[in-house]
């Protein structure tokens, strides 16, 4: 599945709900799910700098695709990881490069958080750009 259709997939789950309380559980129900990241890689290194909360994300390429696993010690922030990982891990450097995240702003994400949160979800979507760029680099 591409990556437009993954993010219009999630753009038509959040038009579900009728409000934000009920999209905040969604977050949070999602962050659930997110499979869990080995500990070795919760390291100093994989933490996004800019998150009021820690947030771990770790990438590898398989098969010229970047896969991303990621945690944090925050039940929304790792919700917000989650839909980024679903949106942008198991595909190709370029395609993460290329992808724009308007979906973001079509669920509404990014004016239903704190300044600090919002500012940590840039960070999140920076920090998984400049993988697939340092992937990209190395083909």
Known sequence: MRIEEIQE???DEFSM???????YE??????????LIDEKYKTEENIIKG???KVWVHAEEKD???VFTADSDAILTKGIIAILIRTFSNHS???IL?????????????????PTRANGLVSMIKQIKMY???FQAKN
């Open 93 to 95: 450097p370029k395609e």
């Open 132 to 134: 697939a760029l340092a």
């Open 98 to 114: 290329e992808a724009n995240t308007d979906f973001i702003d079509e669920i509404g994400l990014k004016e239903h958080l704190s």
């Open 9 to 11: 997939e999630i753009v």
């Open 17 to 23: 709900f009728d409000d934000w309380m009920q999209r």
């Open 64 to 66: 010229g695709n970047v």
């Open 26 to 35: 969604y977050i949070i129900e999602l962050g659930k799910s997110l499979p």
């Open 51 to 53: 998150c009021q909360s």
